[in-house]
């Protein structure tokens, strides 16, 4: 069971892999729907990876309806728009589709982004 702290962890360790750390993360949540995993704040360092995992804390929270935990909402968001997919065409798709809570940190994905099989 992955916490949010170890998947911050992993991101660092390991950097051209962090999307699938962060979807070990997106599973785990899922399936044991377990606070310990968001209890405890990862450390601050990357804008961009910050505000994903943040958004992604707070979009499974909705989802699975577990209550935020509050030092979440202290995760700044993204200075700058960031898009995940370096695709220039399908930016507008990803502005108008990515899911708010990601969206109000300014970071912006398509709406699958988080559909695992």
């Given at each position: 069971?992955?916490?949010?702290?170890?998947?911050?962890?992993?991101?660092?360790?390991?950097?051209?892999?962090?999307?699938?750390?962060?979807?070990?993360?997106?599973?785990?949540?899922?399936?044991?729907?377990?606070?310990?995993?968001?209890?405890?704040?990862?450390?601050?360092?990357?804008e961009?990876?910050?505000?994903?995992?943040?958004?992604?804390?707070?979009?499974?929270?909705?989802e699975?309806?577990?209550?935020?935990?509050?030092?979440?909402?202290?995760?700044?968001?993204?200075?700058?728009?960031?898009?995940?997919?370096?695709?220039?065409?399908?930016?507008?798709?990803?502005?108008?589709?990515?899911?708010?809570?990601?969206?109000?940190?300014?970071?912006?994905?398509?709406?699958?982004?988080?559909?695992r099989?």
């Amino acid at each position: 069971m992955n916490t949010a702290a170890a998947t911050k962890q992993r991101f660092l360790s390991d950097p051209q892999w962090w999307k699938i750390a962060l979807m070990d993360f997106v599973d785990d949540l899922r399936y044991y729907k377990d606070l310990a995993m968001i209890a405890e704040p990862f450390e601050i360092g990357d804008e961009e990876k910050d505000a994903v995992l943040a958004g992604v804390i707070e979009t499974l929270c909705d989802e699975l309806g577990l209550e935020i935990p509050s030092w979440v909402r202290e995760v700044p968001p993204c200075g700058e728009p960031s898009f995940l997919s370096n695709n220039e065409g399908i930016k507008a798709i990803a502005i108008v589709e990515s899911p708010v809570r990601l969206r109000l940190r300014n970071i912006f994905v398509w709406d699958n982004f988080l559909f695992r099989v």
